[in-house]
């Protein structure tokens, strides 16, 4: 099945690529455009009147997109099954706790968070968490290891809950609910809303589109003086003393943007396995058509990155809407319902649509996130994930496309990886001091990056081939 090969291509492209940004070399060792774009070399202090993106800042909503992808995939067999609402929010619920507990547990079980100083117990203890964490997440299918697994998960959740109480954290102030993983704590609430919004709307994608304008106006409504229902709404934080602003805000739901558009793709994954079932007859779209649509989607993601960093911003819209299209005009033969032809018309309206918005809010921004943020990104995945379903049937790149797929398979071992296990073994075994000396040029820089992803992909991939999956 090449799409949801190239759906994992596109989430382990995503995940990698996380991981590389983390670990490259800080200062001014590396030019602007490797990092955020309004995080800028030598300080790489926050400066939100940047506008512009790099490759960095198409990271996190290429994941949203494969997670907004999946969710259809996933709950398509307990729709058709009408397992019904209680189910699914069920369902949805107990994964968003699940991974609003993995980004507390995460963050605070990093060597530097445990002391201020870390020692070796502090790398041993991450360790140890890298440990539990396996025997919380991991997928058993071994029905008659059923009940250890259980028991071994309980006793696991249990070890971790011991060591939030009893470690010192924060310079000795102990666990803080309010300071968690802000991408996993994001994720968790797209898991939940995306779900749900998906339930109600599975057959309905126009309904679900049309939320969209409800969930601007919230925004827009929230940012002006006048108080209001919808600015209380956006505000809303606590029932009576209660505070649950460290596990929801409505900020997060911006992501919705990128989150509902990458359900779009899913359904369209989807219809296109019906056709085959059914043998439908689509007219196939040629190898060198496929070819071109590779160079074009590759293109387009290259074009805009340069052209929204550099300000080039007129000749970035000539040049992206005449790629668009072309590919358009390429697939003009093929059915409506083949992937290749639903995924370039949404990509060419998200991206154009980006495009537009691109000097609304100061001009295109991960942060804070803009409307052109949301379209331009979303538009470019739905390009991409075009790229790596092309890739997936050359026989000189289905190497790499399989590549990207087997980490993306298993993106919560490779993103806890790093900082759980290798940061800490580089410690122990005094390897980091000649990691950190790889801070001296470009090359150098860079290349540091590059090995440690490396070597988190090699440990995410030795998980993956032995079916070590890890699930919420």
């Known amino acids: 099945m090449?799409?949801?090969?190239?759906?994992?291509?596109?989430?382990?492209?995503?995940?990698?690529?996380?991981?590389?940004?983390?670990?490259?070399?800080?200062?001014?060792?590396?030019?602007a455009w490797m990092f955020h774009a309004q995080v800028p070399p030598?300080?790489?202090?926050?400066?939100?009147?940047?506008p512009g993106i790099t490759w960095v800042d198409l990271v996190f909503p290429f994941f949203l997109f494969s997670m907004g992808a999946a969710i259809p995939l996933s709950l398509k067999k307990h729709i058709e099954n009408k397992k019904g609402f209680l189910?699914?929010?069920?369902?949805?619920?107990?994964?968003f706790l699940l991974l609003a507990f993995f980004a507390l547990f995460t963050q605070h079980m990093k060597a530097w968070v445990i002391a201020e100083t870390p020692t070796a117990t502090a790398h041993l203890l991450s360790m140890l968490a890298f440990v539990l964490l396996f025997f919380q997440f991991y997928e058993n299918k071994n029905e008659k290891l059923k009940v250890v697994f259980?028991?071994?998960?309980?006793?696991?959740?249990?070890?971790?809950?011991?060591?939030?109480?009893?470690?010192?954290?924060?310079?000795?102030?102990?666990?803080?609910?309010?300071?968690?993983?802000?991408?996993?704590?994001?994720?968790?609430?797209?898991?939940?809303?995306?779900?749900?919004?998906y339930y109600f709307t599975a057959d309905k994608p126009l309904l679900r589109i049309g939320l969209l304008p409800f969930m601007m106006a919230v925004f827009l409504a929230a940012?002006?003086?006048?108080?209001?229902?919808?600015?209380?709404?956006?505000?809303?934080?606590?029932?009576?003393?209660?505070?649950?602003?460290?596990?929801y805000k409505f900020y997060f739901l911006k992501y919705l943007f990128i989150i509902i558009p990458g359900t779009l793709a899913g359904e369209m994954m989807i219809g296109e396995m019906k056709n085959e079932k059914l043998k439908m007859k689509n007219e196939e779209v040629k190898p060198s058509v496929e070819n071109w649509l590779l160079m074009i989607a590759l293109a387009l993601v290259i074009v805009n990155l340069y052209g929204l960093f550099t300000r080039m911003l007129f000749v970035n819209v000539l040049v992206s809407s005449s790629l668009c299209v072309t590919a358009l005009y390429l697939l003009k033969?093929?059915?409506?319902?083949?992937?290749?032809?639903?995924?370039?018309?949404?990509?060419?309206?998200?991206?154009?649509?980006?495009?537009?918005?691109?000097?609304?809010?100061?001009g295109i921004k991960k942060d804070s996130s803009t409307y052109s943020y949301y379209f331009v990104t979303s538009?470019?995945?739905?390009f991409t994930l075009i790229a790596f379903s092309v890739m997936a049937k050359r026989s000189y790149l289905s190497s790499f496309s399989t590549y990207l797929s087997l980490n993306g398979k298993n993106p919560m071992v490779a993103y806890v990886a790093g900082n759980l296990v290798l940061l800490p073994l580089l410690q122990l075994t005094q390897a980091k001091t000649y990691w950190d000396a790889m801070n001296q040029n470009f090359f150098m820089g860079f290349m540091k990056g590059v090995l440690f992803t490396g070597v988190v992909s090699l440990i995410t991939i030795f998980f993956v081939k032995r079916k070590w999956f890890w699930k919420t």
């Open 333 to 362: 033969a093929a059915a409506k319902e083949n992937l290749y032809k639903q995924l370039a018309n949404a990509g060419t309206y998200l991206l154009l649509l980006g495009l537009f918005f691109e000097a609304y809010e100061g």
């Open 42 to 50: 030598p300080l790489h202090k926050f400066d939100p009147s940047i």
């Open 87 to 95: 189910f699914v929010l069920w369902m949805a619920l107990k994964r």
């Open 150 to 197: 259980l028991i071994t998960k309980l006793v696991s959740f249990a070890g971790a809950l011991f060591l939030l109480w009893k470690l010192p954290f924060w310079s000795g102030k102990g666990f803080d609910f309010y300071k968690s993983d802000i991408i996993i704590l994001v994720l968790a609430n797209m898991a939940l809303f995306g779900t749900v919004i």
């Open 223 to 247: 940012k002006e003086p006048m108080d209001g229902w919808a600015k209380e709404l956006f505000n809303f934080s606590h029932i009576g003393a209660f505070q649950f602003d460290w596990l």
């Open 2 to 31: 090449n799409r949801n090969e190239s759906l994992d291509a596109l989430r382990g492209f995503a995940i990698l690529t996380m991981v590389l940004s983390g670990t490259i070399a800080f200062g001014n060792v590396l030019p």
């Open 379 to 382: 538009g470019l995945a739905f």
